[in-house]
């Protein structure tokens, strides 16, 4: 059985509801802004496509290959990247994450053939890994399981709420600057856009703790409090002894496997997002980016009410289940709709709300069995080798456009996927990651 916190007084209590809103409210909001700078940098080579495919001649399947050279470099520098961190500390490595991606994002602006265009997106993976782990495995270091879930829920909002920000944003972007100094729109919405992530790197190394001892804005008493629940929960916590005995836990396999599924489902929608709209009969790329802003929206609220019923039931596996399920169903439904416009949106809506709900409480999952090192260690393998799928899903989706003229086959492919992965959750004992 998982640890369960004792009874506590109504003064203790009080304390330790007071050091967790402090924890986040220092802490969330900034993670949240550092993944939305993230999270853009990554997807807007989505809108990109709509302009610099035609100005440089790339075919479908070309910028799905390019698409998915990201995850090859991410993969490869993934875990070794987490366990870095783990060993020097969020504040400098984080930081020197995000510089780094900042870059090479401003560098797109100079691609001219595929070789540099696969060139680039693969030092943009080698560049961002570890970032997203890394933050996982950071929010261990501050709340229990119990708490854990909603947080990662709130956290992991950046990613609709970059594509509520990201999408006009994009648009306007790419229609305002276009000509200017003789650079195409997309160009400038390279630059602009890796402007904040070079801001953001610089702020992590001022304001960002390693830890609960470190925070100078947490009392003794409340450091002391939270230093417990986490040092109680950990004698309930598998502990693996190195890398290897990692690896050889048939848990995390398993885990890989329902993260590759659900990553499939995840980039097949936000990959080609603005295509399906485009498709669906929505003209100019400010309006796409304003349309496409909508499942976002709607997904931030659906999503951070799926983490926290987790959290309140302790029940992670048919939530993640569940939400992959749904995810499968709008994406299936959004292909079927073809150019109903208003039947399409609802139906992406459907699948933003699923897809983005089941990711909080997958990586619920394994924080639920894994520690320390073995923690560093074990997220970064899942969502290393889960996010191979980000290479396999546009690499194919672009495939399967080029060979049918249509999105449909592929939609309907990363829809199988998504729901053979949450079979397999379902396939999980439940007192392994249900606490």
């Given at each position: 059985m998982g640890y369960k916190s004792p009874v506590?007084?109504?003064?203790?209590?009080?304390?330790?509801?007071?050091?967790?809103?402090?924890?986040?409210?220092?802490?969330?909001?900034?993670?949240?802004?550092?993944?939305?700078?993230?999270?853009?940098?990554?997807?807007?080579?989505?809108?990109?496509?709509?302009?610099?495919?035609d100005d440089l001649g790339f075919s479908e399947t070309v910028y799905g290959l390019g698409a998915g050279m990201f995850f090859i470099g991410?993969?490869?520098?993934?875990?070794?990247?987490?366990?870095i961190l783990h060993r020097i500390g969020a504040r400098l490595w984080i930081g020197r994450i995000m510089i780094s991606w900042g870059l090479v994002s401003a560098l797109f602006m100079f691609t001219t053939t595929?070789?540099?265009?696969?060139?680039?997106?693969?030092?943009?993976?080698?560049?961002?890994?570890?970032?997203?782990?890394?933050?996982?495995?950071?929010?261990?270091?501050?709340?229990?399981?119990e708490r854990r879930v909603r947080m990662i829920a709130l956290f992991m909002t950046a990613v609709p709420i970059a594509g509520v920000i990201g999408s006009p944003l994009s648009g306007w972007i790419m229609e305002s600057f276009a000509g200017v100094l003789g650079w195409a729109g997309w160009q400038w919405l390279f630059l602009i856009e890796a402007l904040p992530a070079l801001a953001m790197g610089l702020a992590v190394a001022v304001y960002l703790d390693n830890g609960i001892r470190?925070?100078?804005?947490?009392?003794?008493?409340?450091?002391?409090?939270?230093?417990?629940?986490?040092?109680?929960e950990r004698t309930a916590v598998a502990v693996h002894q190195s890398l290897s005995s990692v690896l050889a836990d048939r848990r995390v396999w398993l885990l890989c496997a329902i993260y590759f599924c659900y990553a499939m489902g995840h980039y097949g929608l936000t990959f080609w997002l603005p295509v399906l709209m485009q498709t669906a009969g929505v003209e100019g790329t400010l309006k796409i980016g304003v349309v496409t802003a909508v499942p976002y929206l709607v997904a931030i609220v659906v999503m951070i009410l799926v983490g926290r019923n987790a959290d309140e039931r302790r029940e992670r596996r048919w939530h993640t289940a569940v939400s992959m399920i749904v995810g499968a169903l709008g994406l299936t439904l959004s292909a079927a709709a073809g150019g109903h416009t208003a039947i399409a949106v609802a139906c992406l809506t459907l699948a933003a709300c699923g897809v983005f709900s089941a990711g909080p409480v997958f990586w619920g999952l394994p924080t639920a069995f894994l520690g320390g090192a073995a923690a560093a260690a074990g997220i970064a393998a899942i969502n290393s080798i889960g996010n191979l799928a980000g290479f396999v899903s546009p690499y194919a989706v672009g495939w399967l456009k080029d060979l049918t003229r249509s999105t449909e086959a592929g939609m309907y492919a990363v829809s199988a996927a998504l729901v053979v992965g949450a079979l397999a959750v379902l396939g999980i004992p439940p007192r392994l990651v249900n606490r």
């Amino acid at each position: 059985m998982g640890y369960k916190s004792p009874v506590l007084s109504t003064t203790a209590m009080t304390l330790e509801s007071r050091a967790y809103r402090k924890v986040t409210w220092r802490l969330l909001p900034f993670l949240v802004l550092c993944y939305v700078v993230a999270y853009l940098d990554r997807v807007n080579i989505g809108f990109a496509r709509l302009q610099m495919l035609d100005d440089l001649g790339f075919s479908e399947t070309v910028y799905g290959l390019g698409a998915g050279m990201f995850f090859i470099g991410y993969f490869l520098f993934e875990v070794p990247s987490n366990l870095i961190l783990h060993r020097i500390g969020a504040r400098l490595w984080i930081g020197r994450i995000m510089i780094s991606w900042g870059l090479v994002s401003a560098l797109f602006m100079f691609t001219t053939t595929p070789a540099v265009f696969y060139s680039l997106r693969f030092l943009l993976g080698v560049s961002e890994a570890g970032f997203f782990p890394g933050i996982i495995l950071y929010l261990t270091y501050w709340y229990p399981a119990e708490r854990r879930v909603r947080m990662i829920a709130l956290f992991m909002t950046a990613v609709p709420i970059a594509g509520v920000i990201g999408s006009p944003l994009s648009g306007w972007i790419m229609e305002s600057f276009a000509g200017v100094l003789g650079w195409a729109g997309w160009q400038w919405l390279f630059l602009i856009e890796a402007l904040p992530a070079l801001a953001m790197g610089l702020a992590v190394a001022v304001y960002l703790d390693n830890g609960i001892r470190s925070a100078s804005w947490l009392t003794e008493e409340e450091k002391s409090l939270l230093e417990r629940n986490l040092l109680g929960e950990r004698t309930a916590v598998a502990v693996h002894q190195s890398l290897s005995s990692v690896l050889a836990d048939r848990r995390v396999w398993l885990l890989c496997a329902i993260y590759f599924c659900y990553a499939m489902g995840h980039y097949g929608l936000t990959f080609w997002l603005p295509v399906l709209m485009q498709t669906a009969g929505v003209e100019g790329t400010l309006k796409i980016g304003v349309v496409t802003a909508v499942p976002y929206l709607v997904a931030i609220v659906v999503m951070i009410l799926v983490g926290r019923n987790a959290d309140e039931r302790r029940e992670r596996r048919w939530h993640t289940a569940v939400s992959m399920i749904v995810g499968a169903l709008g994406l299936t439904l959004s292909a079927a709709a073809g150019g109903h416009t208003a039947i399409a949106v609802a139906c992406l809506t459907l699948a933003a709300c699923g897809v983005f709900s089941a990711g909080p409480v997958f990586w619920g999952l394994p924080t639920a069995f894994l520690g320390g090192a073995a923690a560093a260690a074990g997220i970064a393998a899942i969502n290393s080798i889960g996010n191979l799928a980000g290479f396999v899903s546009p690499y194919a989706v672009g495939w399967l456009k080029d060979l049918t003229r249509s999105t449909e086959a592929g939609m309907y492919a990363v829809s199988a996927a998504l729901v053979v992965g949450a079979l397999a959750v379902l396939g999980i004992p439940p007192r392994l990651v249900n606490r």
